[in-house]
């Protein structure tokens, strides 16, 4: 799948009217940056989990869903990138864009997060061969030790409803092309990408926001 890369130049953030975001500074290094607003809203979500570094000085967010084979094929690239950047903060936003069983996965993904599991429920589910579905993916609940009912009960949670339709609040708003998508500094690259590319892409958010 090629990648495509893209800057975000304009939109409000969840909640926040375009009337009410602060005008573009217009500068030679950044023409459009990121309005401080939506960059809250995708890295500083407190319904979203977050891997890495909690307290890191540069944030990726994927967007991805549990049934997107490219989704899949990036999880041990991200987990590369978590392992050799040390302030690398990585924010996962669940947008179940396939479907029944892609919500019901995104959802249940979620609900692990009250159970401490939410990382290897997370690497189990993009690592798994089937599709995500109902059996699937309590299935796989069970292989991490999740307990089954208590997941359920949490699925329904208003937080998990409310992460989702975030999601595709956030998506929509910034124009996203699909699965898996990232979101570093003022730049988002659809697609799957070699290890290099991700790094290329964290540098290149630092530079842009001045963190060393």
């Keep these: 799948m ?3 890369r893209v800057f975000i130049t304009s ?12 005008l573009f500074a217009q500068t030679p290094a950044r023409p459009n940056p990121m309005p ?3 960059r809250k809203a995708l ?21 991805f869903d549990y049934n997107c084979q490219y989704c899949r094929k990036m999880l041990g690239t991200v987990q590369k990138l978590i ?12 947008w179940p864009v396939f479907g029944e069983g892609s919500e019901f996965a995104a959802k249940a993904s979620l609900a692990s997060l009250r159970q401490q599991k939410y990382w290897p429920f997370h690497a189990a589910m993009l690592g798994m061969k089937d599709r995500a579905v109902e059996a699937t993916v ?12 208590r997941l359920r009960a949490d699925m329904e949670r208003p937080e998990v409803t409310a992460h989702i ?11 996203l092309a699909g699965t898996p998508s990232f979101i570093a ?16 892409l964290i540098a290149r958010a630092r530079k842009t926001l001045g963190v060393t």
């Design 185 to 200: 500094g003022d730049e988002v690259v659809f697609g799957e990408m070699p290890l290099k590319e991700m790094t290329d």
């Design 165 to 175: 339709d975030t999601s595709f609040q956030l998506a929509d708003h910034i124009g």
């Design 138 to 149: 309590l299935r796989v609940a069970r292989q991490v030790g999740l307990d089954e009912k």
């Design 43 to 63: 890295e500083r979500d407190p319904n979203a989990p977050v891997l890495g570094n909690p307290n890191g000085n540069i944030t990726l967010v994927e967007f």
């Design 36 to 38: 401080d607003a939506l």
């Design 83 to 94: 392992s050799s950047d040390p302030q690398l903060r990585v924010v996962y936003r669940e």
């Design 11 to 22: 939109g409000a953030a969840l909640g926040v009217s375009a009337a009410s975001l602060p």
């Design 2 to 4: 090629p990648t495509r």
